[in-house]
């Protein structure tokens, strides 16, 4: 099987290695030419992601086409489909869920639980929505946010120009969404097969700390009948996108035990990291698996885990790891950095597991050796 990624990134990285791992051919697209998977492709097109020629030269080297991002022109995508090449998650599913607002439309019209949302043109809708749900609300660009940095918090009506401001003040399309008071953030990990098999796994209880994700315990801590709601969710969502490959569900727990919908990624996530060494089959496998037509894995935990990222620290420049040496010798702990050149604050530069008898355990080996690894700048 021959495989091309667009992108070469950590999570290309990590489907590359299960993609060699099964002896397969891996081409990937990215314009960093010390991108983290370079090293261990077989062909590495350094191209700029909108490099149409690009694109169509990765799909012609290889049997089926994949990305590790959503924020594809996806009309190239289209053609190629057209023209008879495999991509995976299809180019449909990606259109409807590369733009926050279509994939709302898609999930309300199935009638999965989400929050309000309403289009933004103009200051007067955001207040509409204030004057309807209350306050706080929250100011989302239709497309290409990213860890929270297409986001503007509302707290009331005096904020609205500043949010407006922030986010371009309409140069890009804009939603507003009613505020959720959640109790937990969980994200519910889902492959489906090109038979549509679906395959979820166990749920992850994620932390974020100024919108970015910090850490992911797994199983989540949830009432019974909550985990079987949000994975039945989880499974509808499969089939609204009819998605193949890999998806995350994002979403939001309130203490009554309500379930909402936050978003989806079409594509292996960061808050799925802990499958790696936590399940018989890791989410970058059952991605390859899947868009491969191949049968999906057993997605069984084998012990409580917990992930945490690694972002970068202290200040910007050439990426080195401190306290490597102290951090393994946590018992139950694996390391991945990623291999990216350079560090910028709050960067995603690797991430670590600690596997335990009991979760409280991991939580507190990973806390623990978190005090010891950084990756900081020189
Ligand atoms: N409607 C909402 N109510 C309450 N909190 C929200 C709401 N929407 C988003 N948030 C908070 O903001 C965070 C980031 O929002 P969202 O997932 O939409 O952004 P993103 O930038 O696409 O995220 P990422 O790339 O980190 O997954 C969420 O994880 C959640 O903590
Ligand atoms: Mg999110």
Same mark, same amino acid.
């Given at each position: 099987m021959k495989i091309g990624i667009i992108g070469g990134g950590q999570l290309g990285k990590m489907m590359v290695a299960e993609a060699k791992k099964m002896g397969f051919y891996v081409a990937i697209l990215d314009p960093t030419p010390n991108c983290p998977a370079h090293s261990m492709v077989?062909?590495?097109?350094? %191209?700029?992601?909108?490099?149409?020629?690009?694109?169509?030269?990765?799909?012609?080297?290889?049997?089926?086409?994949?990305?590790?991002?959503?924020?594809?022109?996806? +009309?190239?995508?289209?053609? @190629?489909?057209? +023209?008879?090449?495999?991509?995976?998650?299809t180019p449909k599913s990606l259109a409807l869920i590369q733009n926050k607002y279509i994939q709302k439309q898609c999930l309300e019209k199935k009638h999965i639980p989400?929050?309000?949302f309403l289009q933004v043109q103009g200051t007067q809708d955001i207040e509409k929505a204030? +004057?309807?749900?209350?306050y706080p609300l929250i100011l989302k660009t239709c497309t290409g946010g990213y860890d929270g940095k297409g986001n503007a918090v509302i707290r009331n009506k005096n904020d609205i120009e500043q949010a407006y401001e922030q986010l371009g003040q309409g140069q890009f399309p804009l939603m507003v969404e009613e505020w959720i008071v959640f109790e937990k953030e969980i994200s519910v990990l889902a492959c489906r097969g090109t038979d549509g098999e679906v395959?979820?796994?166990?749920?992850?209880?994620?932390d974020h700390q100024d919108?970015? @994700?910090?850490?992911?315990?797994?199983? %989540?801590? @949830?009432?019974?009948?909550?985990?079987k709601k949000a994975k039945q969710l989880a499974k509808e969502v499969m089939e609204v996108f009819e998605g193949v490959g890999m998806f995350c569900v994002e979403m939001f727990v309130t203490k009554a035990g309500q379930?909402?919908?936050?978003?989806? %990624?079409?594509r292996p996530h960061n808050s799925g990291h802990?499958?790696? +060494?936590?399940?018989?089959?890791?989410?970058?496998?059952?991605?390859?698996?899947?868009?491969?037509?191949?049968? @999906?894995?057993?997605?069984?935990?084998?012990?409580?885990?917990?992930?945490?990222?690694?972002?970068?620290?202290e200040k910007e420049g050439k990426a080195v790891v401190k306290g490597m040496k102290e951090a393994l010798a946590?018992?139950?702990?694996?390391?991945?950095?990623y291999g990216k050149e350079k560090v910028s604050l709050q960067r995603k530069m690797g991430h670590f597991t600690v596997q335990a008898m009991t979760l409280e355990e991991a939580v507190k080996q990973a806390r623990e050796a978190s005090v010891y690894i950084k990756v900081v700048g020189e």
């Open positions: 077989d062909n590495h097109i350094v %191209a700029n992601f909108d490099d149409q020629e690009a694109i169509r030269q990765l799909a012609k080297e290889c049997q089926v086409l994949t990305y590790e991002f959503e924020h594809i022109d996806v +009309e190239v995508l289209l053609k @190629l489909e057209k +023209e008879g090449h495999r991509i995976y998650p989400i929050p309000k204030g +004057e309807q749900w209350g395959g979820i796994y166990p749920i992850g209880e994620n919108n970015i @994700l910090v850490e992911t315990k797994v199983p %989540a801590q @949830l009432p019974p009948s909550v985990e379930v909402y919908i936050n978003e989806v %990624a079409p802990y499958t790696i +060494e936590g399940c018989i089959t890791s989410q970058f496998e059952q991605h390859i698996r899947s868009i491969c037509h191949l049968p @999906l894995g057993d997605t069984t935990l084998h012990s409580p885990i917990v992930m945490r990222n690694l972002l970068g620290a946590v018992p139950g702990l694996t390391l991945h950095i």
